[in-house]
């Protein structure tokens, strides 16, 4: 009696994660790969804003996704590998961030360094916090805690064999770094990179609010979808911001 519960339960398991892959994944593909058979791929592709607004999205994703993947290795670092007090508090400090959908962060930027934004006002700043850096600001803001818990998993689960034998034959700690931690590293931090730049990259929350005229291809679909009902417009777009993603679930199938 108890394995027939136990297989009918794992029946309806698999009936609900099937279910939920085709309505948030089959189903929307099959709609946007539907809409591109009427859009005009010469013309978007050869439209000098959507050729703008692709380079202002690498430009942006690549540097946040560098200091972003930076910061996040550092405090990773400190957390697991060094006696820091207090590494619970200062753990659930830099995740929370995670919490906070991305157009909160950008609207945090505005208040504190808008134009009439609080520490602008008090520090008496006289810079805008609109386009580029913004964008940056927002994104690393936006995107460290998923890298720093994606490090931090692979530093905290390394062997120490390696470090312990290093550390009885007397070999320097700069030397474990580059001989040990560098080659294990190299993998599973390319990963890292992957997932940081297609968040950073599909992410419109941050440029919508602090972006200015600095467009990026996430403001180009939502001012395409919906403020002209372009949805063929956008469906192109949605499959260039797709490609990151693709390219990084490939890489981390083949690496496995």
């Known amino acids: ?44 592709f050869g439209n000098k804003s959507f050729f703008e607004a692709t380079l202002h999205s690498l430009q942006v994703s690549a540097v946040s996704t560098v200091i972003s993947i930076s910061l996040a290795f550092l405090l990773a670092w400190c957390m697991t590998r060094t006696k820091v007090k207090l590494k619970g508090f200062f753990s659930a400090v830099i995740i929370l961030p995670m919490l906070i959908p991305s157009i909160s962060h950008g609207m945090g930027l505005v208040i504190l360094f808008g134009q009439n934004g609080q520490l602008t006002k008090l520090l008496g700043l006289n810079w805008s916090i609109y386009g580029f850096w913004g964008i940056v600001a927002g994104s690393v803001m936006y995107s460290l805690p998923v890298a720093y ?42 990963s890292v990179l992957f997932a940081t730049f297609t968040l950073i990259v599909t992410d419109y929350g941050v440029p919508v609010m602090v972006g200015g005229k600095y467009n990026t291809l996430p403001m180009m679909m939502y001012n395409e979808v919906i403020g002209r009902l372009d949805f063929s417009k956008g469906s192109v777009i949605g499959m260039v911001l797709l490609v990151p993603a693709v390219v990084a679930f490939v890489f981390d199938f083949i690496s496995k």
């Not at 794992?10 to 539907?34: D, E, G, Q, R, Y």
Request: with cysteine; net charge positive; charged share 20%.
């Open 1 to 44: 009696m108890i394995v027939i519960v136990k297989r009918r339960n794992c029946n309806f398991t698999k009936i609900i994660l099937a279910l939920f892959f085709l309505v948030s994944v089959v189903l929307p593909l099959i709609c946007m790969f539907a809409n591109l058979f009427t859009a005009d791929l010469d013309k978007i």
């Open 149 to 190: 818990l994606m490090i931090s998993d692979i530093l905290q689960y390394e062997d120490s064999t390696p470090y312990e034998a290093a550390s009885v034959l007397g070999i320097p700690r700069k030397n474990r770094f580059l001989s040990i931690t560098l080659p294990y590293m190299r993998k599973p931090m390319i």
